[in-house]
């Protein structure tokens, strides 16, 4: 198939971006999305010029590398799949594609495509851990948890962390990430004796790092490879007014 | 953003079971009126600084979150695209400005009746409080009087761009609350798969209820339904002078 694509090209933070426009023929429609930019890589290279950064790892949807905006939705336009994992018999032979990196302002683009998305990983060492010195792994039964809530943590852990909530968010807003990752803790015997700090602390590491404000569009659900659902974001709400009211009271600090 | 949100919503229920009672007739609506009118100062005026604090403290935070959303995201995207988000939710602060200066007009024209040409203080005279089909009477025998919230609602709405106004205004309120009804229960913690699909009803429903209730209102007047032929004469004989100078 033949592709026209435009591509967001940025040198680094510093500087403004713009979108160029490729032409590729000859695109087998069985390739994946990353490969069909290996070829344009090549060539690229084979003429000389400065091939496109875009960030991968794993290809097979589970690291949470990949982070491209296809034609204005995060992963494009397949539910529940990964950029790495979309394939071109989605597109049209002839189709013109426009692929952006994720935007927002916690995510500055290092280059091209690549975005530093390390506001995450400031949100988790707020409270996305147990304190407690866990050893080595204990018996699996050893703490019995019922099905319902192991599921349900594990449905929130399902999140590989790849932001494409933030992008897709027309607020910018990183309530699913952060949600799934307090619910995931919050909801086992483990992390239950943390809840409150957790979720205060880790609400307060988003708010700081500059993410917009959830006005529960749903987007940043419908676009997640993981599925995550805004379940999560309630039961943050939930956990947070819960804290929040209860430090209120205390003598203690959270 | 809701906690003020749902004292909006409830007051907008009551309000509008109010207004309904102009359906059971001058007597009702106009009654009705004096029990508000009659509460002690303190309360009546409690009341509507909480509901205005509301009104303040809901744009202001709505304000904050825009801002901050802004902010947010410096560079937008080339190519724009939604997924799934309703129309009503993306259109929150358009329908929002546009009901503020609605409450702004609404509360000139209704309550504090200082719109040019509308101020229905002496164009109307006050009538007599009849209370469960009894006239109701001072210690002195005479009637006690009150204002004629009736003939005022009618005469308003009998001005087609008021009525036009009027229904735009809750349509658009209808929009916002189809979003921000089930956004509310969101917000607070209160909804789960489960319940998502039925409070996305209840929102859609609670929307329609309140559009098509205060809409009634305005439509009846324009085709007729709502008319005053209670009008004491003297009020009848102003009516036609009135619509004179509200038409010009
Ligand atoms: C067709 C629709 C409506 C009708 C016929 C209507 C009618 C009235 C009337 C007659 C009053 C004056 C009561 C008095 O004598 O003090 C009033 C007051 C008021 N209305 Fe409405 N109304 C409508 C819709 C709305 C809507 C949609 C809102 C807001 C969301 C609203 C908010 C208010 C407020 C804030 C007041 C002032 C209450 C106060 O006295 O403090 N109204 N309305
Ligand atoms: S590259 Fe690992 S999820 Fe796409």
Partial sequence: MKLTLKVWRQKNAQTKGRLETYVLDSVSKDSSFLEMLDILNEQLIA??????????????????????????????????????????RRFKDGETITIEPWRAKPFPVIKDLVTDRSAFDDIMQAGGFITARTGSAIDANEIAIPKDDSDYAMDAAACIGCGACVAACKNASAMLFTSAKVAHLNSLPQGKPEKDRRVLAMVGAMDEAGFGSCTNY?????????????????????????????????QKSA | MALTGLVLVLFVLGHMGGNLLIFAGQDAINAYAYQLHSLPAPVLWGIRAFLLVCVGLHIWMAVLLTLASRKARPEDYRQKATVQATYASRTMRMSGVILLSFIIFHIAHYTARIIPGKEYNTQLTEVPLVQGGETMLKQSGDPIMTFDVYTMMVAGFQVWWVSLFYIIAVGLLCLHLTHGVTSMFQTIGLRNKRWENRLNRLALAYGWIIFLGFAAIPTAVLIGILDAPALTASVAAEIPTQIATLEK
């Fill in chain 1, 218 to 250: 749903g987007e940043c659900s419908a676009v997640c490879p993981k599925e995550i659902s805004l379940d999560m974001i309630a039961q943050m709400n939930r956990d947070y007014l819960t804290a929040k009211v209860k430090t209120f009271f205390s």
């Fill in chain 1, 47 to 88: 003429d000389g010029e400065v091939p496109i950064a875009f960030d991968h790892d794993c290809r097979e949807g589970i690291c949470g590398a990949c982070s491209l905006t296809i034609n204005g939705i995060p992963h494009g336009p397949d539910r529940a799949t990964t950029a790495c994992q979309l394939h071109m």
